[in-house]
């Protein structure tokens, strides 16, 4: 028993150094992606994503030489992970003196629908990863971090689609989101004491962060859909972003809050937008 808590314990402890790495490439990413540096973010994202597929490959190899030959290479792309993403931040420091931040890029094409990309990317906090580990729902820590990570890469791909007009990169951003989603909807199988409702719409105890993404998520997805002619599937999830609205407007009522004071957000913006086209005389 004592040997199979130790080796659990270690297991934790690999997924937990490489978690932290990726939340950190994950924060580098998105001030690249701030800075309209699409592929400094895309290169930092799949750092990223290496990093955490990398340690949780490891922490589930049994004990052993291979285990531990692995775990060093594990430090060892962590380390150089890191210290690209410190370059590539000194050289856009160095880059941006003299000259002006960069413009947001459009969240949306001319003569495209008026439905807007979100488009900050999410920074997730460490603490996300040091509580897992002694949380009940610690699994669900991990799905949001990976599907955080698959959400900024999408993103990255989804602004330089729209600024270039390149069909693949709107291509990978779709995917990239889908990803995101279905680990996010995979996680909170894990979420203790949560609520998973139908219609799409996920409400969970666990992470306000969790919240927010799937409402990203839907947004997004949302956009793409409407952007590229798949309207109906548009409106399918815009309906289930309207769904995480209402229930928000009720929490808040229940809480004592008017819903005035919750205010319009983009996400709300969009859900209007969609339903005024919907309501829009035809020519």
């Not at 210290?83 to 001319?110: D, E, I, V, W, Y």
């Not at 139908?198 to 952007?227: C, D, R, W």
Request: with cysteine.
């Amino acid at each position: 028993v004592q040997q199979q808590d130790f080796h659990r314990t270690s297991a934790i402890a690999i997924l937990e150094a490489h978690s932290l790495c990726s939340v950190g490439l994950n924060n580098f990413g998105a001030s690249f992606l701030d800075a309209n540096q699409f592929d400094l973010a895309i290169e930092t994202a799949c750092d990223a994503v290496e990093s955490l597929e990398m340690g949780i490959m490891i922490a589930q190899m049994p004990p052993g030489l291979q285990k531990d030959e692995s775990r060093k290479k594990g430090v060892q792309l962590n380390t150089m992970a890191r210290a690209k993403a410190q370059m590539r931040a000194g050289s856009l420091s160095t880059t941006r003196k003299g000259s002006n931040h960069a413009t947001r890029p459009p969240t949306k094409r001319q003569g495209a629908t008026e439905v807007l990309i979100y488009s900050k990317p999410i920074c997730l906090s460490t603490s996300l990863v040091l509580q897992a580990a002694r949380d009940d729902n610690y699994k669900l820590s991990y799905h949001i971090l990976a599907a955080t990570l698959m959400f900024n890469l999408g993103l990255a791909h989804h602004l330089k689609g729209t600024v270039t007009g390149c069909q693949s990169h709107i291509d990978k951003a779709r995917d990239f989101y889908e990803v995101s989603e279905s680990t996010m909807l995979c996680g909170t199988q894990f979420a203790v004491g949560s609520d998973r409702e139908g219609n799409g719409g996920m409400t969970t105890k666990a992470s306000p962060v969790a919240e927010h993404l799937m409402k990203a998520l839907m947004n997004n997805m949302g956009q793409i859909s409407f952007e590229w002619g798949h309207r109906d599937l548009g409106h399918e999830y815009f309906n289930r972003l309207e769904y995480m609205g209402s229930c928000d407007r009720q929490k808040c009522t229940e809480g004592g809050k008017s819903s005035a004071s919750v205010g319009i957000d983009e996400f709300c913006f969009n859900v209007l937008m969609v339903g005024h086209m919907n309501s829009a005389p035809s020519a």
